[in-house]
């Protein structure tokens, strides 16, 4: 199976994926819009994966390559592509598919608990309630015919499957920890205190507690997908 991998930020790298697609001898390529925002034939890949980054979907007119970034997320997917989305990469997706995208009413950053909301395949394998990485500030409607998946306290949109080929994940369990690191290095201005932003210090200890064991729900997941 060949990947192909769309990367927003320098820092926002696909992590614990790529060492999935490493450890099954997958073959990978990317985009980095930061660096060339030139999209690949549908007809070179199996599976599209997008990363995160601090963009809104909504922010064409800031982004030159974003419009050219959607048109090809959409026809990846009319294409039955296996097409995964990670924070804004699920927001994307969300669009691509119809659904609004656009900025929730809290933030929601650190390490906080996500809840499954009904039994599927493709969840099977997490727990009923896990704790996973999160840094985001817009959110979406579920696309339409979209199983929901994930919910928080603070944000009901957390993840969905389409058609057993599209899902999108609002959090971040592909993190390891220089990806976390990166995060708050270059996004720390973001880390202003509430009930769902934690600051830098309780992020990095709580990592110790729980990054461990998100590769292996990644795993989980990634495998569980392409199984589908």
Not at 31 to 40: I, N
């Amino acid at each position: 199976m060949h990947i192909h991998f769309i990367q927003h930020m320098p820092f926002e790298y696909p992590g614990s994926i790529a060492d999935w697609a490493t450890e099954n001898t997958y073959t990978t390529s990317y985009t980095k819009v930061f660096e060339d925002a030139t999209f690949p034939s549908t007809d070179t890949f199996d599976m599209l994966v997008i990363m995160g980054g601090v963009m809104g979907v909504y922010e064409e007119g800031e982004y030159d390559w974003m419009p050219a970034e959607k048109a090809f997320i959409k026809k990846s997917i009319e294409a039955k592509k296996k097409v995964l989305g990670v924070c804004l990469g699920a927001q994307f997706i969300a669009e691509a598919m119809g659904a609004k995208v656009f900025p929730h009413t809290t933030k929601e950053i650190g390490w906080l608990p996500v809840e499954k909301v009904i039994s599927h395949a493709l969840t099977e394998k997490l727990p009923q309630t896990f704790t996973t990485f999160h840094w985001h500030g817009d959110t979406f409607t579920l696309p339409e015919s979209a199983v929901h998946l994930f919910k928080t306290q603070a944000c009901a949109q957390q993840g969905f499957v389409y058609n057993n080929h599209v899902a999108g994940l609002q959090f971040h369990m592909e993190v390891k920890e220089d990806l976390l690191n990166g995060m708050t290095e270059n996004e720390r201005a973001e880390l202003i205190k509430n009930d769902f932003v934690q600051t830098e210090d309780e992020i990095k200890s709580l990592m110790q507690q729980y990054i461990s064991e998100q590769k292996k729900m990644m795993f989980d997941f990634l495998n569980a997908f392409v199984a589908l």
